[in-house]
């Protein structure tokens, strides 16, 4: 039995101004879902969060710092190289990317911003930025003074570009004209104060699971496609009754779903745990939690075949994997490699 996944592997992000690596390839052991790391690469600051293109053949990162910045790498059998020096996004601390359409966005937090650059046929990324700036603010003054744009995905369609704001309580549903510009077409507000990060789209494309930040929820929404339309059904807390009093130092990350939209899972800093949700319609219902296998759960990942889950620790610096059962949806804790710093994974 080899160790690797048939050649596929995991490359981990993290804060290299917190003694992180900056990102690490890792090979993949097809039954146990084991990383093996193999070498890594600092070429740009704090690449915190990744993206790969569809075809497999370049990765792309943010550069979360105050002058914010985007990197494409080529993936080779050495590992990622830097394609091009860094491309400035005109907007600080970009915490978030996706492609769409031949351009890369980006979620600018510190400045309230979605940015774009285009992709060119080589891979490298072109300037200057088109930027579409948020407008609000939310209740909690220490956290909500202004937008904090922290995640942008495209919808099941490809129609629709959302954008997750921490600092409006909102989700902005986006179209991306032939120029670049974003246009924003529809905000979902949601509870006030609530925080919302990150989301994620059911299988079926017609629901989509919001996480809070600020309180320890997901939020269930409905979404319509040909209107852009999300529309929330409700709330189900993402720790347990019991562990209300520590609701307050508990910082939900990031939400993946089951290949089969049976279950979701949740990453929970401060509770340290991943949630367990079982999903029925417009409901998800909490079934229980387990440890997450280190401190600061900041981001997770699902393994492209749904049998493994990863968290991504980044205070104790480390990704521990987890294998799911795939009639509970309960994660089994299967082992954990040194990550410094780690903030995200992906797979290619």
Do not use: K
């Amino acid at each position: 039995m080899g160790t690797s996944d048939h050649g596929r592997r995991a490359y981990i992000g993290s804060f290299t101004a917190a003694g992180g690596l900056g990102i690490t390839t890792a090979a993949l052991h097809p039954d146990t879902g084991a990383l093996t790391p193999l070498h890594s690469t600092d070429a740009v600051p704090n690449p915190s969060y990744l993206a790969p293109s569809p075809d497999g053949r370049y990765l792309y990162a943010v550069s979360e710092t105050p002058d914010g910045a985007a990197a494409a790498f080529a993936l080779t059998s050495r590992g990622p190289e830097l394609l091009a020096p860094a491309v400035p996004v005109d907007g600080a601390d970009p915490t978030h990317l996706t492609l769409a359409d031949g351009r890369l966005v980006t979620a600018n937090y510190s400045s309230g911003s979605l940015s774009t650059l285009p992709v060119r046929a080589d891979g490298t990324l072109a300037g200057p930025a088109t930027v579409l700036a948020h407008q609000g603010s939310g209740p909690r003054s220490d956290r909500q003074e202004g937008p904090h744009a922290h995640a942008v995905l495209p919808d099941p369609s490809g129609r629709w570009l959302l954008s997750v704001d921490l600092g409006t309580d909102s989700v902005r549903s986006c179209a991306l004209a032939t120029g670049g510009a974003l246009t924003v077409y529809a905000e979902t507000r949601l509870r006030p104060g609530s925080g919302p990060r990150h989301l994620a789209f059911h299988p079926d494309g017609d629901r989509a699971y919001v996480i809070n930040e600020l309180d320890p929820t997901v939020t269930v929404c409905r979404w319509d496609p040909g209107h852009g339309a999300l529309t929330p059904l409700g709330e189900t807390r993402l720790i347990p009754d019991e562990a209300r009093a520590l609701a307050a130092d508990t910082f939900p990350s990031e939400l993946v779903v089951s290949l089969d939209g049976r279950f979701a899972w949740a990453a929970n800093r401060g509770h340290d745990s991943l949630s367990v949700l079982s999903l029925d319609g417009g409901t998800a219902t909490l079934v229980t939690t387990v440890p997450c296998g280190g401190h600061w759960p900041r981001d997770l990942a699902l393994h492209p075949d749904g049998r493994h889950l990863y968290a991504a620790n980044e205070r104790s610096g480390d990704v521990t994997w987890f294998t799911v059962d795939p009639a509970t949806g309960i994660p089994a804790r299967g082992g954990s490699v040194e990550a410094p710093a780690a903030s995200c994974v992906v797979f290619v």
